[in-house]
T-cell receptor, first 114, second 112 residues
Framework: DGGITQSPKYLFRKEGQNVTLSCEQN?????MYWYRQDPGQGLRLIYY???????QKGDIAEGYSVSREKKESFPLTVTSAQKNPTAFYLC?????????????FGSGTQLSVL | QQQVKQSPQSLIVQKGGISIINCAYE??????FPWYQQFPGKGPALLIA?????SEKKEGRFTISFNKSAKQFSLHIMDSQPGDSATYFC???????????FGTGTRLTIIP
């Protein structure tokens, strides 16, 4: 059963703490993405990766970091530099170059600040 | 700069009625226009999409109407059902830079 798995479903961050959100896909997709969803603001792109060991900043990358060491995994770290981290975070994937118009999303991680 | 404007922000429709959500774009380089449906606590899922060489695409109760000259497109849900209650996002894709831009979303509620 192919898909995208995000974990955890809910995550709480303390002041000054870094937290890492997991995203794993078994769709054999080349491209992976991280989006942030806030009420009334739609989906905003944080980082994306078209191939292993390469990634690019999206529209709101400040305060976040990513890695792409394996094709199936694209973890997102929310650092202490991100002052307003409370949001619903969505990971997505697409087949790759010339087939990136269709995104497949995971079920999201809700991050809240304690 | 928001390149895809979506309205309304929220919409309440009676069961059996027609739900209409509108989007407008500015960049003429966009050449693929999908709609995503998102249920609470879930990720969005591709619902229906259209390319600019056609003016309408229908899949079951869902129809996209596309007006290239006005740079507008809309989603129509016929015979709306309570199970259609969700947030809907329009989007626009540029095959040149392979970038997908989302609208701000519409929260649709279908009441009995």
């Amino acid at each position: 059963d192919g898909g995208i798995t995000q974990s955890p479903k809910y995550l709480f961050r303390k002041e000054g703490q870094n937290v890492t959100l997991s995203c794993e896909q078994n769709l054999n997709h080349d491209a992976m993405y991280w989006y942030r969803q806030d009420p009334g603001q739609g989906l905003r792109l944080i980082y994306y990766s078209q191939i292993v060991n390469d990634f690019q900043k999206g529209d709101i990358a400040e305060g976040y970091s990513v890695s792409r060491e394996k094709k199936e995994s694209f973890p997102l770290t929310v650092t202490s530099a991100q002052k307003n981290p409370t949001a619903f975070y969505l990971c997505a994937s697409s087949k790759g170059t010339e087939a990136n118009e269709k995104l497949f999303f995971g079920s999201g991680t809700q991050l809240s600040v304690l | 700069q928001q390149q895809v404007k979506q309205s309304p922000q929220s919409l309440i429709v009676q069961k059996g009625g027609i739900s209409i959500i509108n989007c407008a774009y500015e960049n003429t380089a966009f050449d693929y226009f999908p709609w995503y449906q998102q249920f609470p606590g879930k990720g969005p899922a591709l619902l229906i999409a259209i390319r600019p060489d056609v003016s309408e695409k229908k899949e079951g109760r869902f129809t996209i109407s596309f007006n290239k000259s006005a740079k507008q497109f809309s989603l129509h849900i016929m015979d709306s059902q309570p199970g259609d209650s969700a947030t809907y996002f329009c989007a626009a894709f540029n095959f040149g830079n392979e970038k997908l831009t989302f609208g701000t979303g519409t929260r649709l509620t279908i009441i009995p």
